[in-house]
């Protein structure tokens, strides 16, 4: 098993600066992808970044390409998400989650997950 919590959510203003951190524990997750997805109202959760725990290999979607920016701290286990230039569609709960697979984007390929934390940005 392995035991994924998020934290740092929040209200933000557009324009403004938010990090999430998940903190990973139990099994070897080493060998893991980890994933930060979002899931807005109405809407299918979907990968926002993705990056493997070895090697430090990400994957971005278009939406957050050039605003976000996924990491990981080895000696902390934990990973990161930090988002700039935040607009008002980035509002979501977001959520960690870790695959023993590659940089999928699909949600199916990702076995666990965080409990989410909810992002805000007010226009």
């Not at 959510?9 to 403004?16: D, F, R, T, Y």
């Not at 939406?63 to 935040?86: C, H, P, W």
């Not at 960690?96 to 226009?123: E, I, M």
């Amino acid at each position: 098993q392995v035991q994924l919590v998020e934290s740092g959510g929040g209200l933000v203003q557009a324009g403004g600066s938010l990090s999430l951190s998940c903190a990973v524990s139990g099994r070897t997750f080493s060998r893991y992808t980890m994933g930060w997805f979002r899931q807005a109202p109405g809407k299918e959760r979907e990968l926002v970044a993705a990056i493997r725990w070895i090697g430090g290999n990400t994957r971005y979607e278009d939406s957050a390409k050039g605003r976000f920016t996924i990491s990981r701290d080895n000696a902390e286990n934990t990973v990161y998400l930090q988002m700039t230039s935040l607009k008002p569609e980035d509002t979501a709960v977001y959520y960690c989650a870790a695959s023993s697979l590659g940089l999928y984007s699909s949600s199916n390929y990702y076995s666990y997950w965080g409990q989410g934390t909810q992002v805000t940005v007010s226009s």
